[in-house]
């Protein structure tokens, strides 16, 4: 279950769908990794509003990655906080 904004220095706390950004993310493996069983919430990360107006989840390679939206780029300098681990 998803229990806090996936960009890490917010602390903010999930309790309601309609608030925020959910994204949900393909999996990325390896091919022999198909088979694996994996939870849905692996792949689910949300934003809180606040934290929506200016930042996105992307997926870079087999890590999901909280960055700056491009339209904040041009003011701000380009930031790229690394989520250790899948949503909790």
């Known amino acids: ?15 309601e769908l309609n608030k925020g950004k959910l994204f949900l993310l393909p999996p990325c493996y390896d091919l022999p990794d198909v088979r694996r069983v994996e939870k849905l919430n692996d792949h689910c990360y949300w934003l809180c509003p606040d934290c929506t107006r200016a930042f996105t989840v992307e997926l870079e390679g087999t890590t999901a990655v909280v960055r700056k939206l491009k339209r904040e780029r041009a003011a ?3 930031s790229t906080l690394r989520l250790d681990s899948p949503a909790a």
């Open 1 to 15: 279950m998803i229990a806090k904004c996936a960009n890490p220095p917010c602390h903010r706390e999930f309790r």
């Open 76 to 78: 701000v300098n380009e």
